[in-house]
């Protein structure tokens, strides 16, 4: 069993920066594809970002793409979601995902393990 802990949401300006960590406790990440998604109050959770075992391969949802950055650091067994240019609709929970799996799925269904989530707001 893998428990995933994200830090760094928070209360932002539109414009402004975050960045999420996503840390498994008593596991290392480099045997997981790790992925974010988000929920926004009465909608379904929704992909955001995903990462291969090496990092080598990336994929990010349409409305994030040239603003969110997803990377991993295998060494420091810690996968980060930087969130530039926030939007008010950005606003959600954010959720790390890990799966043992090769396949870098977009739904929440492609992902084994996920964390407890962190509340990022973007104000207008």
């Known amino acids: 069993q893998v428990q995933l802990v994200e830090s760094g949401g928070g209360l932002v300006q539109a414009g402004g920066s975050l960045r999420l960590s996503c840390v498994p406790s008593g596991r290392t990440i480099s045997v997981y594809v790790m992925g974010w998604f988000r929920q926004a109050p009465g909608k379904e959770r929704d992909f955001v970002a995903h990462i291969s075992r090496s990092g080598g391969s990336t994929g990010y949802k349409d409305s994030v793409k040239g603003r969110f950055t997803i990377s991993r650091d295998n060494a420091k067994n810690t996968v980060y979601l930087q969130m530039n240019s926030l939007k008010p609709e950005d606003t959600a929970v954010y959720y790390c995902?890990?799966?043992?799996?090769?396949?870098?799925?977009?739904?929440?269904?492609?992902?084994?393990?996920w964390g407890q989530g962190t509340q990022v707001t973007v104000s207008s």
């Open positions: 995902a890990a799966t043992s799996r090769y396949y870098l799925g977009t739904t929440a269904h492609d992902y084994d393990y």
